[in-house]
């Protein structure tokens, strides 16, 4: 993977296509907890609602403004979201943090996470965070490689309220920017 050649979007209605296929690969591996909405909605439908909690507005009970950010290659076929969360509550702080994150199955072991978050933690600090909470599951590898490839530094073990395994609670430095 040749990271000069991805680009960092931000959620958008002109990405529906390409957003239904990501999902639909992500569900027909088994991981359907990120798309449990689109049961009940289209992916129009979803995308707005996405961009309402961007907004902070009709923020259902629990739950944070948050941004989210595609990885896109140069076909315009989605390799990883990120969801960068503006602020943290009490659940995030158990579970979720500030960056949640998924890359597609058959991209997966390319070095796309790590460059997902790589990305992800500028925008953290364009938002004004200068560390992020990340947590990822005790037997998750992947996201564990992905995590401490990028600076993360394991802060404590939980366990999960939603599945009662362990979790690692990582904070994470975010990048100095340029002045621009």
């Not at 076909?75 to 995030?92: K, V």
């Not at 997966?108 to 965070?129: C, H, I, S």
């Amino acid at each position: 993977m040749d990271p000069s050649r991805l680009r960092l979007v931000q959620l958008s209605p002109e990405w529906k296509d390409a957003y239904r296929d990501f999902a639909d690969e992500i569900i027909q591996n088994g991981d359907e907890r990120w798309y449990q909405a689109l049961r009940e909605l289209s992916i129009e439908d979803l995308i707005a609602k996405r961009e309402r909690e961007h907004r902070g507005l009709e923020l259902p009970e629990g739950i944070v403004p948050q941004t989210i950010f595609w990885l896109v290659n140069e076909t315009g076929s989605i390799l990883a979201e990120l969801r960068l969360r503006h602020r943290l509550n009490a659940a995030l702080l158990k579970e979720g943090g500030h960056i949640g994150y998924i890359v597609r199955p058959t991209a997966r072991q390319q070095g796309v996470g790590t460059e997902m978050l790589r990305r992800g933690l500028q925008q953290a600090r364009r938002l004004g965070l200068e560390r992020v909470l990340i947590t990822c599951d005790d037997a998750n590898l992947g996201s564990i490689g992905v995590i401490e490839a990028n600076g993360g530094s394991e802060y404590e073990t939980g366990v999960s309220p939603h599945t009662g395994g362990p979790t690692r609670l990582y904070w994470i430095q975010t990048p100095v920017l340029p002045l621009q």
